[in-house]
C-alpha cells in the first residue's frame, strides 16, 4: 500500500527533489534527478549525476559525473534533512547497497529521502574497476601472489583513462564532491550514516562540513589515522582469539575440535602446499598453492560475520586435517559476486588510491601500538602486501589536517562489534573520546562486522535520527545489543546451544 502511494505521488512531486522551505528557488525550477531502476531493489528511485572537477585545484580542466539514487520519501509534507549513506571499502559502490540497505531504513524513508553517492572511483563515478573483479570469486580467494602481479598492469589501464590520475580520489576530495550533492539536492543538512570505511569519510565530512551534519552514525569506526593493514592485523589476531577462546571454553567445542590453536600454528609452518580442492561454487576440482596469504586471508573474511564465524572452529579442524574446502567455501560467502543480499566487491584502483596515499605514510607513526607479538597468526602479512602493491602506485599529497577529528558540532552514534575483524571497539572508544560529549559510543559485544545490519542495530540508528531527544532515544533502545548472543558453535552439521560468550 505505501509503494502504491507512493507512485501516485511520484512523478508529481519527486522528480524535482524539493527538500521542502530552505529549497532555493533554482533549485526548485531545475531537474536534477530522473526516474530509473536500480539493480536488487524492486521501487522506482531517482537518478542523478553531477559534473565534478578531477583536480579541484584546476576547475576548468577535466571533469567526472559524480552519481548518486535519491530514494524518495513517502510522505507528501516530507522532512528537509534526507540521509546520506557513506559506503565502506574503501571501494564500495554505494549506489549498488541500495537493495541492501533500504529495509534497514523504511521507517526513515516514510518522511525523509534515503541518498546514495557513488564516491568516486566507484560505481558509475569514475570507477577504477581492476581487470581481477570480472574473475571468479574462488580464483580471488586463492591468488594472492597473482593479485599483485594483476595491480601492476591495472595501475597502467587504469592511468590510460580520461580521469586516470589517480591522485585525485582521496577522501577528502571525495567528500567535497558529497556536499555538492547535497548542495544539488537542495538540502540545508543531511543525516549521515556510514559503515566501516564510510565511517573514516564521513568523519572527514563532519570536519570539512559541520554545519551540514544534523546527525551522524557511525558504524565500525576506522578513524583517520588508523594505518589500515598494521591495524588488520591486530584486529584480526583479537577476532581470531576470541573465536578460538570461545570453543575451548565450549565443551562441545572442545571436545570435537581439539586444539585448535596449536594446530593452526603447524599448519602454517607447513605452508606453501600445493592440493587439490574443489570451487565451492562451480565443483570444478582445482589445484592452488595453499599459503599463508591464502589461508590467513579465508579465515579473516570467515570472521566478518558471527553467523560465518560460528562454523570456523569446524573449518579449521579440516585444514588442519588437510581439507580446505570448507574455510575456503566460508570466505566464499563473504566474497560472493554482487547481488541483492551480498555486498559488491570493491573497486581495486579506488582502493588502493585512498590506501596508499592516506594509510602507508603512516605505517611508521602506528607501528608501535599496532604490531602484533612474535608467535601471533596474524603477522605482517596484510602490511607487506599493500607495501608491495603501493609500491608504484601514485600517492596524493594529504593535508595534516585530515587525520585529526575535531569536537562533533551535532549528536553522534558510534557502534561497535565486539568480534569486528576490522574495526572492533577501540577504535570507537579513542574517536568518541575526540568527539566529545555530543558522541555516544555503544557496543554489541558478540556482533561482528557491522552492527546496523541486524533488527536492533538499525532500530537504534532510526531512533537516533528520528527522534527529537537522541539520547533519551538511545537510552530506552540501547540494551539490545548487550542482549544479542553469540551464534551457537557449528558442529558436525548441527548447531550447538550455549557456545561460551567472551
Not at 568516486?120 to 581492476?130: E, I, N, Q
Request: aromatic share 6%; hydrophobic share 40%; proline share 7%.
Amino acid at each position: 500500500m505505501k509503494r502504491t502511494l507512493k507512485k501516485v505521488f511520484f512523478a508529481a512531486l519527486s522528480i524535482w527533489v524539493i527538500s521542502g522551505s530552505h529549497t532555493s528557488a533554482a533549485h526548485a525550477s531545475t531537474k536534477i534527478a530522473e526516474p530509473c531502476r536500480v539493480q536488487g531493489y524492486k521501487h522506482e528511485v531517482l537518478c542523478g549525476s553531477i559534473s565534478r572537477p578531477l583536480n579541484p585545484s584546476r576547475p576548468q580542466g577535466v571533469h567526472i559525473g559524480i552519481h548518486f539514487v535519491v530514494v524518495p520519501a513517502l510522505a507528501r509534507n516530507k522532512l528537509p534533512d534526507p540521509v546520506f549513506m557513506f559506503a565502506g571499502g574503501p571501494g564500495q559502490s554505494a549506489t549498488s547497497l541500495v537493495g541492501q540497505t533500504m529495509p534497514l531504513f523504511e521507517k526513515l524513508n516514510f518522511r525523509r529521502d534515503i541518498v546514495f553517492v557513488d564516491q568516486r572511483g566507484t560505481g558509475k563515478s569514475a570507477p577504477l574497476a581492476c581487470q581481477r573483479e570480472s574473475g571468479s570469486d574462488f580464483d580471488q580467494i586463492t591468488s594472492f601472489n597473482a593479485m599483485l602481479e594483476k595491480l601492476s598492469a591495472c595501475r597502467a589501464e587504469l592511468q590510460k583513462l580520461p580521469y586516470g590520475d589517480l591522485r585525485f580520489f582521496t577522501t577528502e576530495i571525495a567528500m567535497r564532491d558529497m556536499d555538492a550533492v547535497r548542495e544539488h539536492l537542495g538540502a540545508m543538512q543531511i543525516n549521515a550514516v556510514g559503515g566501516s570505511y564510510g565511517t573514516r569519510a564521513l568523519l572527514d565530512y563532519m570536519r570539512q562540513f559541520p554545519g551540514h551534519v544534523r546527525r551522524a552514525v557511525l558504524d565500525g569506526v576506522a578513524p583517520p589515522d588508523m594505518a589500515l593493514p598494521l591495524s588488520f592485523s591486530t584486529d584480526n589476531q583479537q577476532a581470531l582469539d576470541s573465536a578460538l577462546r570461545a570453543c575451548e571454553a565450549d565443551s562441545a567445542c572442545s571436545k570435537r575440535y581439539p586444539a585448535l590453536r596449536d594446530g593452526l600454528q603447524r599448519l602454517m609452518q607447513n605452508l606453501p602446499q600445493t592440493t587439490a580442492v574443489t570451487d565451492p561454487v562451480s565443483g570444478e576440482v582445482r589445484h592452488i598453492i595453499m599459503t599463508q596469504d591464502v589461508l590467513l586471508g579465508a579465515v579473516r573474511s570467515s570472521l566478518y560475520a558471527s553467523t560465518v564465524a560460528s562454523a570456523l572452529p569446524a573449518a579449521l579442524h579440516a585444514a588442519v586435517h588437510g581439507r580446505f574446502e570448507p574455510l575456503l567455501g566460508l570466505a566464499s560467502t563473504f566474497g560472493m559476486k554482487e547481488s541483492r543480499d551480498r555486498p559488491p566487491r570493491l573497486f581495486t584502483g579506488m582502493h588502493l588510491s585512498v590506501i596508499c596515499s592516506e594509510d602507508l605514510p603512516r605505517l611508521p607513526l602506528a607501528a608501535s601500538t599496532d604490531q602484533n607479538p612474535a608467535g601471533a597468526t596474524f603477522s605482517t602479512q596484510q602490511k607487506e602486501f599493500y607495501l608491495k602493491a603501493c609500491a608504484d602506485w601514485p600517492r596524493a599529497v594529504v593535508s595534516p589536517s585530515f587525520y585529526t577529528v575535531p569536537a562533533a558540532a551535532t549528536p553522534v552514534l558510534l557502534l561497535s562489534g565486539g568480534a569486528d575483524p576490522a574495526t572492533p571497539p577501540r577504535h570507537a572508544e579513542r574517536t568518541a573520546k575526540l568527539l566529545g560529549v555530543k558522541a555516544v559510543h555503544l557496543v554489541a559485544p558478540h556482533v561482528a562486522h557491522g552492527v546496523m545490519g541486524n533488527p536492533c542495530g538499525a532500530r537504534l540508528v532510526t531512533r537516533f535520527i528520528a527522534d527529537d531527544n537522541p539520547a533519551e532515544a538511545l537510552r530506552r533502545e540501547g540494551g539490545c545489543l548487550a542482549d544479542m548472543p553469540r551464534p551457537g558453535v557449528f558442529i558436525t552439521g548441527r548447531v550447538i546451544e550455549g557456545a561460551a560468550h567472551d
